[in-house]
């Protein structure tokens, strides 16, 4: 199962179009975003998908946010999700609650924690869990998002040009 990660939209539609393109051309078969979505606008661009949302610290509007996501048929998590995809316990937040984040690591409970805020894509392994920021569509150079293979946990990072 191919799983796409994606963060930090803030509102900007161009980029959030590019990466729909390139997560319809990986086929994906879920995708997780880790918050600061920005504007309602962005939520249906991932309709073709179960999409698991999380809210980030300039999402300051939420409760248009979580009508957007409902209408859309995905599922908000508020601040901290969790789910299971693929036989993987997958945590994630958008990582601006540093106590939060650290705990969801340290706690062992998840194989992958995924999360944004900082706009720069990275993975590495803590114990047994991955940890996986897939960059940001908007204000980041170059723009990304992530490729996660489940349950082997590859990962790929993807420019979006």
């Not at 179960?50 to 996501?69: K, R, S």
């Not at 894509?121 to 047994?128: D, L, M, N, P, Y």
Request: glycine fraction near 10%; include cysteine.
């Amino acid at each position: 199962m191919l799983l796409g990660v994606v963060s930090d939209t803030h509102g900007h539609v161009q980029y959030a179009r590019q990466a729909v393109n390139l997560l319809d051309a990986f086929k994906v078969e879920a995708v997780i975003h880790c918050g600061d979505i920005g504007s309602p606008s962005i939520v249906p661009l991932f309709r073709a998908w179960p999409t698991h949302i999380v809210l980030g610290n300039v999402d300051h509007f939420p409760g248009e946010l979580e009508q957007a996501i409902a209408e859309s048929g995905q599922t908000c998590h508020g601040r901290f999700g969790a789910v299971e995809l693929g036989g993987v316990r997958i945590g994630f937040l958008h990582s601006d609650d540093a106590d939060r984040f650290r705990g969801a690591i340290e706690s062992a409970r998840y194989d992958l924690v995924c999360y944004g805020h900082t706009h720069f894509a990275e993975h590495h392994r803590v114990g047994k869990t991955l940890v996986l920021n897939p960059g940001a569509l908007y204000r980041a150079n170059p723009h990304t998002l992530a490729i996660v293979d489940l349950p082997s946990l590859n990962v790929t990072i993807v420019p979006v040009a």
